[in-house]
């Protein structure tokens, strides 16, 4: 009976958890459905900011996609981060803004500090800030300001995770949480936590008012200090799924790299992370623990219509897994049909993320020493 109900508590909270996988608006639609008029000219002028810093693999990519836009940017701008390869020539042969950052204040975190440098130079109507590693269909920035025009306040998009390599997998739990505890996909609007950083598009005013990046300058998820900003001034938060749209490849360095990666985002996201999403979370993982253990159980005891039912039930919850995978990233059934290796990987590196938060430890990022 405990099995069942947990197993059972963990399914409501999926469903919750992971409702709703709002997409960017089609051509002419808004997110609620009512249609806008192609304005052409009248379209917004969207100066494009990407910080960088040591992003010789994933500039070429960004900037050629920007290149083919059916509604051209307005200005790009890059701001070199004191990057140590050949992010500063890669910039200029693409023939746009290169600002370059030797040094930065005392208390800046990096890539808060370089995408307030490049606003400081923007001189369009809406601030797009992109992550270098970001991937753009033609009509993304079309997309994204048909978004801004419909609703107004910011627009954030988690692109879609392009899962490559084998290692990549790894990232499978790391990816359906960040989404479940920023709650995207719970059933009631406008219950998110944060935005998401590698996909912001917001005012020039807005952001002027929230006092640019400076509410972020300290801290390792600037994408929620940002959004608990602009939620302190009243500036609605709108959210989307990338997928079809915007994509990108995390952690394409290797394993080592997504490690790094997810250890210097995770814990200090869960402390901002509201008690009633860590509490479905939590009912979520034991379910996932829950069918394993009952799979277990059932090829102990020896009897095949047990083990059946049991094969049956893992299954089934690892369908469910994918399904809802299948939102965020090309991850494949065969990563759900493995997940408790995964789920265990998610666990031994956001303890250690944990730990290094609570103990003030660092972590090694793009050639920085980051203290969590």
Known sequence: MPS????????????LLFWRHPVLPGAGQTKNGSMLADTGGLMPKISVIIPSRNEENNLRNILSDLQKQDLPAFEIICVNDASEDRTAEIIDAFGVQNIPVISKPDGWIGKSWACQTGADRASGDLLLFLDADVRLNPSALRKLALAYSGSGGVVTVQPFHQRVRIYEHLSFFFSLILLAANGIGFPAAGKNIGLFGPVILVSGKDYRQVGG??????SIVDDLAMGEAFKRKGIKLSLYMGAPDISFRMYAGGFRELCEGWIKNFASGAFRTPFYLILLIILWFGACIEVVISLIRAAAQGSLPILAAGICLYLAWALLLWLISRRVGNFGFAAALVYPVLLLFFVILFVISIFRKVFGKTVTWKGRKIQL
């Open 4 to 15: 069942i109900v947990t197993i059972i508590a963990g399914l409501a909270a999926a469903i």
């Open 213 to 218: 990046h400076y509410p972020a300058q300290k």
